[in-house]
């Protein structure tokens, strides 16, 4: 499949993911009784959006039609979309410029040094596809088996979805490994044809099932900073507050840092 018919064939599963979702009361149009499916029919919102049924059909079937800036935003506000799930819908529709695939240079080594010099705070950089470029020690401490054994870079959600020990660690892992594969899923659509986002996403299909089941939901999200309750041997559950900063001039590379909120400890 080309890299277009894969882009057309995401933008229809995303757009029926979306109507799923949206009940017609949500939308402010009149009960019509039981009904088949949960949403919207396709009908009902092509006429929110003011376009044809048969159109919009065709867009969710994938078919080669494009879309205008101005019928997207009519979707997006029919569908009611965040806005990062409204940029998300533009990349796949072709509207937004698809984010270049990033160069693979090292990491400079005034930036590989940020982590160290935050210790004893975790901190780390990450790239777009989550692999972790530098790290400290309180990193390793609170992430156990972050670093593995095979000598393959180390990559957070290989580690969150793939690594047995994650489970007991993050203490929230079930709402914090679906907010990441939603923002893996976000980055990926910005990156149609690279081959990382492929292999990554491809490796965690066949490793774990919750990934085979959450996947086809095309939940998006962005990134963003929050908190995390991490479990540690001998000192129980702590939590965090972590904010991370885009590296100047590299905005798929991410610097993150960890601070432990006061009177955390569980």
Request: no cysteine; hydrophobic share 40%; glycine share 8%.
């Amino acid at each position: 499949m080309s890299e277009t018919a894969e882009r057309r064939r995401e933008l229809g599963a995303f757009l029926r993911s979306r109507r799923a979702r949206i009940t017609p009361v949500q939308a402010g149009l009149p009960s019509t009784g039981r009904r088949r499916t949960p949403g919207l029919r396709r009908e009902e919102l092509a006429l929110l959006a003011g376009m044809s049924a048969t159109w919009y059909t065709y867009l969710e079937q994938g078919r080669e039609i494009r879309a205008s800036d101005q019928v997207l935003d009519a979707l997006a506000t029919a569908l009611r979309l965040a806005p990062h799930e409204r940029e998300h819908l533009f990349q796949l529709a072709g509207r937004a410029p698809a984010a270049d695939i990033p160069d693979v240079e090292p990491l400079a080594p005034e930036v590989a040094a940020v982590p160290l010099l935050l210790q004893p705070h975790p901190a780390y950089v990450i790239d777009g596809t989550y692999d972790v470029l530098s790290l400290n020690g309180a990193t390793e401490e609170v992430f156990p088996r972050l670093v593995a054994e095979d000598g393959r870079r180390p990559n957070f959600v290989r580690w969150v979805f793939l690594e047995p020990l994650a489970r007991e660690v993050l203490v929230d892992w079930e709402p914090e490994a679906r907010g990441l594969l939603a923002r893996v899923r976000t980055l990926a659509g910005g990156h149609p044809g690279d081959p990382r986002y492929a292999r990554l996403v491809d490796e965690l299909h066949e490793g774990s099932p919750e990934v085979r089941d959450w996947w086809p939901r095309f939940e998006v999200e962005a990134r963003r900073g929050g908190r995390k309750r991490l479990r540690s041997p001998g000192r129980g559950v702590v939590t965090y507050d972590y904010t991370a900063f885009h590296v100047a001039g590299q905005p798929e590379r991410t610097l993150v840092i960890y601070a432990e909120t006061s009177g955390s400890r569980e």
